[in-house]
């Protein structure tokens, strides 16, 4: 899911320190209460999984009125000695979170709280949720702890690993999250750059002419925004073209189709929504920018509507225990209740270069094929923090040497390339996946496991067709 405001997709992993520590847990500690016997159209399946509430905000005690909905998947073998892994937009406990409340099946009960919403309610409710999940689940406590997300997550992930951090500092044991890392895809990290690769993405994909390139870079100015620079007068028609250059095509993944069915045909495909766009910053002081609000595409480019018509069923929502409380608006995978966004940084590169100088492990991969929040986007930014990569050593006639055009490097999958990466000597690690739209995952899923893997494992991807 793309986030406007959708499902924090927030991915926690927490990895067993050891097999003891691991298999110490009892499954009589679970909240039975949550666990799903099964869904309608849901096949056999050998796991267990679990879907509710757990309370956030101040006390968190159940009378605050105010809940985030998650959902738990145990792996199928072993589920104690796996890692688990919180999804926030395989073979490992997965568990799934929608927030800020006012998406999915969060709720509140003030509608104030509605209005007091952005990054930082976000990040400390989302902080709320796992010291109180843990509790139902107290056989992750103290485990290796990963968090990764996709999209405007560049900005929800980084600010809870920084909350977590700090928060461990003099915290009792029963408290410490053991934070080790995250990933963050395709994602939200500094305006200026974000938008000036979204348009060099789109001229360089020939998706825009140079006229119009030209005139968005001269008029708009929106890369000195932040040193006072103002948009000229071209600017708002200059960015209406530059968006109707996307209208019969997604953004999010250029080269997959978009849907076309019936439902889908008797709106535009560029569907409008009161709600805020999935970067709330990126091109904000024009208008015309909020036609973006629409949920990326898949290989089945009409997934949305399906996802929002299965968690609209009443039979879905008793078997999944949610919407406990009978809210006034229809399940959708893109929030409509959420109108204001109070903060939303400029940039989120000084939490990053923070958490790298506290040891944390951090993975930022982009799918080439979105031209969203685009791989230039990605690159801009991270130059911007005047990393040092890690030189490797060639191949062939300079065998054995470092090489003078740096770390950058293709990695392999299945003998095939899976993408581009390079390694940082701070200790950041830049991955592209060759293919992929917006939503790395659901594009490219063997890729994106593969990666996963070496991540949580703090290996490096492939770097020959051999391994």
Known sequence: MSMA??????????????????????????????????????????FRHYAGYVDVGVGSGGGNGKALFYWFFEAEKEPEKKP??????????????????????SYTNRTSDLRRLGDRVTAQDSYSFLLNWLNKFPEFKNRDFYIAGESYAGHYVPQLAELIYDGNKGASRDR??????????????????????????????AIISDELYSAVRRECDSFKEEDGGKPGKG???????FLRAYDDIDIYSIYTPTCLSSSSASASPRRSSPGLVTAPRLFSKHEAWRRMQRVPAGYDPCTEEYVRGYFNREDVQRALHANRTGLSYPYSPCSEV?????????????????????????WVYSGDTDGRVPVTSTRYSLNAMRLRPRLRKTAGDGAGEESEWGGWRAW??????????VEYEEGLTLVTVRGAGHQVPL??????LAMLYHFLRGSSLPASRSR
Not at 30 to 45: F, I, K, N, T
Not at 182 to 204: P, R
Request: charged share 15%; net charge positive.
């Open 84 to 105: 688990l892994l919180l999804w926030l937009n395989g073979a490992v406990n997965l568990l799934f979170l929608e927030a800020p409340v006012g998406v999915g099946f």
């Open 235 to 241: 600017c708002s028609p200059a960015v209406r073209a």
């Open 176 to 205: 410490v999250i053991n934070i080790k890392g995250f990933m963050i895809g395709n994602a939200v990290l500094n305006d200026a750059t974000d938008q000036m690769g979204m348009v060099e993405y789109a001229w360089s994909h």
């Open 443 to 448: 594009f490219a899923p063997r890729r994106s």
């Open 412 to 421: 392999y999958d299945r003998q095939q390339v899976g993408g581009w990466a």
């Open 338 to 362: 959420i109108r204001k966004w109070n903060d939303s940084p400029s940039t989120v590169l000084p939490i990053l270069k923070k958490l790298m100088a506290a040891g944390l492990r951090i």
């Open 5 to 46: 405001l959708l499902s924090l997709s927030l991915a926690v992993a927490f990895l067993a320190a050891s097999a003891a520590g691991a298999t110490g847990a009892s499954r009589s500690m679970r909240p039975e209460e949550d666990l799903v016997s099964g869904l309608p159209g849901q096949p056999d399946v050998r």
